[in-house]
């Protein structure tokens, strides 16, 4: 079993910054792969970005160049830095592999 444990949501401008953290407790050895996934009003959920075991990063087109997904060295936070933010970045973000965190909202105005 993995918890999973967002934080750093809140209100911003646009342009500006956000990190997200999540942090990973539990049988972390049997992750293969942790992803950040977002979940706007009356839209789908999308996957934002991905680390997988061998610390491959990747990340949805819509998000490329402004946000930047890292971990700790002790591989028990995720993080999210979110830059350029645009209104339509407005989401619930969660941290996710074979479970979900609660979610961390994230409000763009």
């Known amino acids: 079993h993995v918890q999973l444990v967002e934080s750093g949501g809140g209100s911003v401008q646009a342009g500006g910054s956000r990190r997200l953290s999540c942090k990973v407790s539990?049988?972390?050895?049997?992750?293969?792969?942790l992803k950040w996934f977002r979940q706007a009003p009356g839209k789908e959920r999308e996957g934002v970005a991905a680390?997988?075991?061998?610390?491959?990063?990747s990340y949805a087109d819509s998000v490329k160049g402004r946000f930047v997904l890292s971990e700790d060295n002790a591989k028990t936070t995720l993080y999210l830095q979110m830059n350029s933010l645009k209104t339509e970045d407005t989401a619930v973000y969660y941290c996710?592999?074979?479970?979900w965190g609660q979610g961390t909202q994230v409000t763009v105005s």
């Open positions: 680390i997988d075991r061998d610390g491959y990063i």
């Open positions: 539990g049988l972390t050895d049997a992750i293969d792969c």
């Open positions: 996710a592999t074979a479970y």
